[in-house]
């Protein structure tokens, strides 16, 4: 096998050489330059070793220099596609080609006016694969004034008014749209930065496309650009909502909820705008108060019931109703008369998934402080406006209209404090006999095989009482007996037919250390650790200062790893304490 990868990685040597050497001596033939070039990037695409022997002999060099120098567009074409895809391919290759120099030549392809469509779309994509996930193309793109010529790409390639993707023509300007949309997605994303100061110049027209179009190939580039623009930045997200942004998202989604019903597409697409709406709001949750007048928490506990969703969907849409209501007594009403805490509840009950029980938790935590604290206020103007009779009239109609939810409310907050008090028991017995046990008691109807279980359970937490605790580890996993070691059994145990090459009884293996419980039965994985990143510290500080110290709140509001608590959040911010006193 090493001789094979040995004779291929020679021959990908030779064929590379081999083809750098025609694109040399080929300059008067551009369809052969083109195929040269084409089976290049053939061989580099999905392989990462070849692009950087490509880059080591001169081949990324002299490829940049040919999609200059070139007087034939379709090699111009073809070699930047391909310097795109060594770039993307290689990170090498990326931090090698990424200069101010290289996006002075992008831009010019862009200006010129002699640069035909699909020329341009090259020149952006090269331009995507240099900012995608490096801050320094993320900064040359800034200080070329690369990002600016994008932004005015954005607003006027497409028009709204001639949208017919049918169209050869108006197809491939729709494609360097999108384009152009992708990338400036990378420019503002992974780390994000002061480009989303710029690129929110054109939230307006973003608003106008929204307002006259709701078909997906605008909206989701569109969203996708608004989304990762305000991410985490509360001036930018205000901007957007200050020139109506948010009032149009609302609108888009209250559209798309009314199709929703023929169309698959249209649920697809609002869970797209519903994302959208939560970045908006995901650091100022007062903003959310502005969603009220929509109803959006109804249309969203709406889209929640489709069954087409998937659990990433889900966790959206959960979220946003959290950000919604999270400060809003408004949505907090919508949320309660929409019948949204049994959902949160019955989501909490029946789902496996980590990510969605700490969304709907985030919910239920807003419901429980609504419950507790909520109460009936009438604004001052309506005391002006209104007579002693009908003010009174009016407050007996709205109570008697909540009352029956306050008293459904208060039930569900009951069961809340009894999952929570679950959640909290720290006993072996209660974190893992994980509910089996418990589900077996309530059960009337028991076969006899599972009435054995709850005995010998039963007989092993007696036995296991009577052991002296000594350092010596306890095996919870059964341990096979020689049949003629079987013990005897009463008679409703021999009727059950028990298999007697199983020990029920804890056994004991000499060790040095300490009491040791062998938990191979539960098979339980210790969590593998994970360092926090600077974008999870930079998330963690931001959500205290914001917060305060709701490590749980802040767990929910930024994006962390997979698998991360509250403990961790906690711990590692005293640690950060610590090293900041000790300095």
């Known amino acids: 096998m090493e001789n094979q990868n040995l004779q291929k990685t020679l021959y990908m040597k030779t064929d590379l050489n081999l083809l750098l050497e025609c694109l040399k001596y080929q300059m008067d033939c ?98 995507l694969v240099l900012v995608s996930n490096n801050k320094y193309g993320q900064t040359y793109v800034r200080e070329t004034g690369c990002i600016g010529l994008l932004l005015q790409l954005f607003r006027t390639t497409l028009s709204a008014s001639e949208m017919n993707l049918s169209d050869e023509n108006t197809y491939q300007c729709y494609q360097l749209w999108s384009s152009v949309c992708s990338t400036l997605c990378a ?58 942004g948010l009032d149009t998202l609302a609108q888009v989604l209250i559209k798309l909820m009314h199709d929703s019903c023929m169309s698959h597409s249209s649920t697809k697409l609002a869970v797209v705008v519903t994302k959208t709406l939560d970045a908006c709001i995901a650091n100022d949750s007062a903003m959310g108060g502005a969603l009220a007048k929509y109803h959006t928490v109804s249309e969203l506990l709406n889209l929640l019931s489709n069954d087409t969703l998937d659990t990433g969907e889900k966790i959206s849409i959960i979220l946003t109703i959290g950000h919604c209501t999270e400060v809003c007594e408004e949505n907090q009403y919508e949320l309660l008369k929409n019948n949204g805490l049994p959902l949160m509840i019955q989501v909490l009950t029946e789902s496996q998934d980590e990510e969605l029980n700490k969304a709907a938790t985030f919910v239920l935590q807003n419901c ?11 604004n001052e103007s309506s005391l002006n406006e209104k007579n002693a009779d009908e003010l009174e009239a009016d407050m007996q109609i709205r109570e008697r209209s909540l009352q029956d939810y306050w008293k459904k409310a208060k039930e569900i907050l009951h069961r809340i404090k009894l999952i929570e008090k679950e959640h909290d028991e720290v006993g072996m017995f209660t974190k893992v006999g994980k509910t089996f046990s418990k589900m077996l008691r309530s059960c009337p109807y028991l076969c006899y095989h599972h009435k054995v279980i709850l005995e010998a359970e039963e007989r092993y937490k007696k036995e296991l009482k009577k052991l002296p605790v000594s350092n010596n580890s306890i095996l919870l996993t059964p341990i096979r007996k020689n049949k003629s070691d079987t013990s005897h059994r009463d008679e409703h145990d021999k009727n059950t037919q028990l298999p007697e090459e199983y020990n029920l009884l804890p056994t004991y293996e000499k060790c040095e250390g300490s009491l040791d419980i062998n938990m191979r039965t539960l098979n339980k994985k210790r969590r593998i650790r994970k360092d926090f990143t600077d974008e999870e510290i930079s998330y963690l500080l931001t959500g205290v200062k914001e917060m305060g110290h709701h490590w749980n709140l802040i767990l929910w509001s930024y994006p962390f790893q997979k698998g991360r608590t509250n403990v961790d959040l906690s711990s590692k911010y005293y640690k950060l304490q610590v090293q900041v006193t000790k300095v």
Not at 39 to 62: D, H, K, M, P, V
Not at 368 to 378: A, D, N, R, V
Request: with cysteine.
């Open 30 to 127: 551009p369809l052969s330059q083109k195929e040269a070039l084409i089976t290049i990037y053939s061989i580099c695409q999905q392989n990462s070793e070849a692009s950087e022997y490509f880059r080591e002999i001169g081949g990324l060099r002299f490829i940049n220099d040919l999609a200059k120098s070139s007087v034939h567009c379709i090699v111009k074409e073809a070699a930047l596609f391909t310097l795109g895809i060594i770039i993307e391919s290689n990170v090498y290759c990326q931090q090698s080609l990424c200069t101010s120099a290289l996006f002075e030549d992008l831009i010019l392809f862009l200006i010129n006016k002699d640069s035909g469509v699909n020329l341009k779309r090259m020149s952006v994509y090269v331009i």
């Open 368 to 378: 429980k402080q609504m419950t507790e604290q909520l109460s009936l206020k009438i």
């Open 187 to 244: 420019c503002v994303n992974n780390p994000q930065n002061d480009n989303q100061s710029i690129c929110c110049a054109v939230f307006p027209y973003a608003k106008e496309w929204l307002e006259s179009c709701t078909e997906p190939e605008i909206v989701r580039p569109i969203c996708s650009f608004v989304g990762l623009t305000v991410a985490n930045n509360s001036t930018v997200q205000k901007y957007f909502v200050s020139v109506g």
